[in-house]
């Protein structure tokens, strides 16, 4: 056997046991420590507990006074580098743009994986994520009590959508926002097609660049996708052109995959869709 094909069937058997494990769900717990304030708004290093032996660290962003809040996943293998320093990983679309979400009005959580994961690899689509994520979606819901969205960009699309699944009954987001979705499964084997479209029953908005040329993100699985979707209501697809200048790898985000020149065209727009589309 390959030590390709060895590599892949590892990383499908992880997906499957990370996916079928069922982790005992705690009451929740939060530590909250204030590291400073960018552009006068307060920012925090926030850690949630949703599982035994586990915590969820994130950012925090506080405007003055939020509309709705966001928790914003990254692509690639889900690692930003929060702790009380703040983020060491910055340059993926939705985590550069995390000032330009806030000051829509948007109370902002930039997640990094829990602390018994070096990565999100192979566990983006598992329940345990789901959890994790509940708990950091219930802390939010105490600092204001406003609706609070997933967003996800490129491999962070797979945890927005997921978790939005897995939550359906109780404890779920009130909306969802993919950009530059992983339509094609990539290295891990996942992608959003993993939702049960039976289950996402939230606003729904899509985001892709027209000219996307990462292999797993083509803009031609955009409007299918929204269309698959049959329960998300409302879903939309909203493209974008231009921008630029473009350079790098075409999954990388200085690259339309990562909405260079757009990027506060793109966050307003999708801060205006959120605002728009208050919990049914």
Known sequence: MSRRLWAALLAAAWVWVAGCAQPKELAGAAETQQIGKSRGMAVSFVTTARREGARQPFLLIRPAQPVAAVILFTGGDGVVGIG??????????????????????????????????RTLNGF????????????????LREQAPVPVWLVGTSYGTVSAIKVADRLADGGGPDGVVLTSSLFIP????????DADPERVRVPLLVV???NDRCPYTP??????YVQRMLHARPAELIAFDGGGPVQGSFCEPKDYHGYPGLRGEVVETIARWIKAHPPR
């Open 84 to 117: 009380p320093q703040g983020i060491e990983r910055g340059g993926n679309f939705l985590v550069h743009s995390r000032l330009l979400f806030a000051e829509q009005g948007l109370l902002v959580a930039v997640v990094d994986p829990p602390t018994e994961h």
């Open 219 to 224: 803009f031609s699985g955009a409007e299918p």
């Open 186 to 193: 990539a290295k891990i084997g996942d992608s959003v097609q």
């Open 208 to 210: 892709h660049h027209r």
């Open 124 to 139: 983006r689509t598992s329940q345990a994520h789901a959890l994790d994520i509940k708990g950091v979606i219930a802390y």
